[in-house]
């Protein structure tokens, strides 16, 4: 028992000795070197020339490969589908007394005309579009309102009808009804009753007294009001007469080939561009460039495409609907250094393309016979397509990158140091490297290096390559 106790005593005196030691030394430090690499990152080729491809060829020679869009136009270009409206009335005739369930009004109308622009349309089906219907009604009784559209087909395949019911109204409070009704994937026809016409919508409607209503008494000018209109309507597929239409673009594309320079100068010894223009659309069109220019944002220089295609109108034929699996039309055009100016225009090292761009659709007029065809995800697109042999000549040349870096918590109770770069140059040329720190909003504070040297090129084999 006793050795038990003084056991005890013995290990909470050396605790609290330990403690009482501890909170009365000074606060430690050390000297220590070193060497822990931070960061490492690489610029190569591909910073040179981003989002490219580099093909290498049988004889080891690199060629870059690089694809931009100058414009898609959508289906609004071709044809639109207006917010059409619609607004009429009927008025009670004289003066009556009907029973629940009696029959008030029940019409067909053909709307013709629902289309404008020289556009003849027969069928269509809804991307996405809503239909507005309104009911007003001063009839003393509930009406069951039908409203049935024989040229709309649900997804369902049925066509599109709503019964809906009017609250009792009179002329200075009248009955009110408003709907909303969703048409996406709907399917169109504007072929009308006779399945001939273009542009016209079929619309029933019928109103009837409430079956639980007693005798109603309308009154002479009692009128029930219907409008209905269509609402952002966009089509997926439409089918018809597109009209002789101009439409134009004038925008500019990102040019991301040489994002990554920023000053100095290239010079390629070739350049091979293909500018094409594909048309998906089943409608002839007439293609014509008014303005293909190069613009460097670091520079100012803009440079304009020389070449006899520019304000000349090419032709290029319809696509072709193979049951949904468009064949499109294509129209290619050769740019060589010896047929324009495309190695000035690409040794600007733009950093976007501006254009300006005509699209006249069925040029010759209804040749088709109501059967030109769109569809919203196909329809015209003009690519750059170009290869590069990677043999040029810089002159001093800027690229530039940034990367993120954030010191680990372990080095917060760090005083000062060193920081020690070490670079690699697998390029052709001389170089000189240069560092900055910059905060979270780009911002430049301080540069890392105050008197960068001269980084030295490597050796060539008799190829005028770098095996190193």
Request: hydrophobic share 40%.
């Amino acid at each position: 028992m006793h050795d038990k106790y003084n056991s005890r005593l013995l290990i909470l005196g050396l605790l609290c000795f330990a403690s009482i030691y501890s909170c009365r030394k000074s606060n430690p430090s050390w000297d220590m070197d070193m060497l822990v690499p931070l960061i490492k990152s690489t610029l190569t080729i591909n910073n040179l020339v981003p989002d490219s491809i580099i093909h290498e060829n049988p004889d080891n020679s690199l060629d870059i490969i690089y694809n931009t869009s100058l414009s898609a136009f959508s289906t609004h270009t071709i044809f639109t589908l207006p917010g059409y409206s619609f607004d009429t009335t009927y008025k009670a005739p004289a003066q009556v007394a009907v029973l629940g369930g009696t029959g008030i009004t029940s019409t067909t109308v053909q709307n013709v005309n629902v289309i404008a622009g020289g556009v003849e349309l027969t069928h269509g089906l809804m991307l996405s579009g809503n239909m507005h219907l309104s009911v007003i009604s001063s009839i003393k009784g509930r009406l069951d309102f039908t409203f049935n559209v024989p040229s709309f087909t649900e997804p369902s395949g049925s066509t599109f009808q709503t019964v809906i019911s009017i609250p009792a109204g009179s002329p200075s409070a009248p009955g009110v009804y408003n709907g909303m009704f969703d048409l996406s994937d709907f399917k169109l026809d504007f072929t009308g009753t006779t399945r001939t016409s273009v542009n016209t919508l079929v619309i029933n409607y019928a109103a009837v007294i409430n079956p639980s209503e007693d005798t109603v008494k309308i009154n002479i000018g009692d009128s029930i009001r219907i409008r209905y209109s269509f609402v952002d309507l966009i089509p997926a597929y439409a089918k018809g007469y597109f009209g002789d239409t101009i439409s134009s673009a004038a925008d500019s594309t990102a040019f991301a080939l040489f994002k990554h320079l920023s000053g100095g100068n290239l010079n390629f010894e070739n350049i091979d561009v293909s500018l094409i223009v594909e048309n998906s659309v089943g409608a002839d069109v007439r293609f014509t460039i008014n303005d293909l220019s190069s613009f460097n944002s670091h520079t100012g220089n803009k440079l304009s495409l020389s070449h006899p295609v520019i304000n000349s109108p090419i032709n290029i034929t319809r696509s072709i609907d193979n049951n949904g699996l468009i064949i499109p039309s294509t129209y290619s055009i050769a740019l060589t250094s010896a047929n324009s100016n495309i190695k000035q225009f690409v040794e600007n090292l733009p950093d976007s393309l501006k254009f300006k761009l005509n699209y006249e659709i069925n040029p010759l007029g209804n040749i088709s016979g109501n059967n030109d065809f769109g569809y919203y995800d196909k329809l015209f697109k003009t690519n750059l397509n170009m290869r590069i042999p990677l043999s040029l000549v810089a002159d001093n040349l800027t690229i530039t990158d940034t990367l993120n870096f954030t010191m680990p918590a372990t080095t917060n109770n760090v005083n000062e140091g060193s920081l020690y770069l070490y670079f690699d140059n697998g390029f052709p040329f001389t170089a000189q490297a240069q560092l900055y720190l910059m905060d979270d909003n780009f911002m430049v504070h301080d540069s890392l290096i105050s008197n960068p040297n001269l980084i030295s090129a490597p050796p060539l084999n008799a190829n005028l390559i770098c095996d190193e």
